[in-house]
């Protein structure tokens, strides 16, 4: 069984990308073949930056390596180090309706968001298809809100197949278990579009201030809590995230009795978010301390990647004509 997914470079990572991905990514390396890639071709839409660019996707190689992502198991690499995957993403346009990617929720977003209508956001979804589809991937982990890229692609291999024959296989999504709500500091889904993040290794007094600025309300702290809030705070949420059980249902007790303030959960929080990631930050620090070590991973997954993209993409060029 073949895994795959990607992270895209926009910025540090956080604890969004921990919870909602990575953390599965961790189990899932030891269950199956695994690939995983820095998506820098995909940050082009939004980061327009060069030593930005390259500064954010070898932070993530370096993140995912800290967190635990074993290159012994996983072909970890960099897309762009795959030039295979922007000529397949070619030959799966030339087969794509433009209907299908109008009606891609992700573009809609995008641009509400505030990024211009570009063609390359526009075509995302056929570049995605090319990333899933140039490894033979039986299985892509994604969130429930992400299942409609999953579709297109497979909806893209199947017209690739009706038109030229049986080329590429269809994935499967592999809905991921027990998937985290990340709130970000304003209450909202964390993502550094909306500047609410908290990221993963963040300056200790940086995360600390960040958690002092989590959304609550005017409850004095004598009053007994709404239970509703125990599932709408991005406080409580964090904080059930990272804390040992018994300490949060401690923190849960006390707040439905009355007795709790904000302010010290919110410190405590900031205290096992930076106890969370300490290891992780040490084998960071060691890995900066030798870019060499990093590069070699590099080195090894793209090549290893190339390997096996090469021979699907003889196979989708063979099919169409061009090879």
């Known amino acids: 069984m073949r895994v795959l997914s990607g992270i895209q470079p926009s910025g540090p990572l956080h604890l969004g990308n921990y919870f909602g991905a990575i953390r ?9 073949q695994v690939f995983y890639f820095v998506a820098n071709y995909h940050a082009l839409t939004s980061v327009r930056d060069a030593d930005t660019l390259r500064s954010y996707t070898d932070d993530v190689v370096v993140t995912l390596l800290s967190l635990g992502i074993d290159p012994e198991h ?3 690499f960099v897309q762009s180090d795959v030039p295979e995957t922007t000529e397949l993403a070619w030959l799966l346009t030339t087969v794509t309706p433009m209907g299908w990617l109008e ?9 509400q968001q505030g990024l211009p209508s570009e063609h390359g956001l526009f075509a995302y979804p056929v570049l995605q298809a090319a990333d899933i589809l140039l490894y033979d991937a039986d299985l892509v982990p994604v969130g429930q809100d992400q299942k409609q890229h999953l579709e297109i692609t497979r909806d893209v291999a199947e017209r690739f197949n009706n038109t030229y024959g049986e080329t590429f296989k269809l994935p499967e999504p592999y809905i991921l278990p027990q998937v985290a709500v990340v709130p970000g500091t304003d209450g909202r889904k964390m993502s550094k579009s909306y500047g609410n993040t908290i990221e993963l290794f963040d300056d200790p007094k940086a995360i600390t201030k960040k958690c002092k ?5 005017s409850r004095p702290p004598e009053e007994p809590g709404d239970p509703s809030k125990l599932d709408e705070f991005p406080l409580f949420l964090l904080f059930r995230l990272v804390a040992p059980a018994e300490e949060w249902e401690a923190v849960k007790r006390q707040y439905l009795e009355g007795g709790l303030g904000y302010g010290p959960v919110k410190a405590r929080l900031a205290e096992l978010i930076i106890e969370h990631f300490a290891e992780a930050r040490e084998r960071r620090a060691e890995l900066l301390a030798h870019p060499e070590r990093v590069a070699e991973v590099k080195a090894s997954g793209a090549d290893r990647a190339r390997k096996a993209a090469r021979q699907v993409l003889d196979r989708a060029r063979a099919a169409c004509g061009v090879g």
């Open 213 to 217: 600025r989590l959304v609550t309300d």
């Open 24 to 32: 599965q990514y961790l189990e899932l390396q030891r269950e199956a």
């Open 103 to 111: 009606k891609c929720v992700s573009y809609k977003d995008k641009i």
């Open 74 to 76: 996983v072909t970890l």
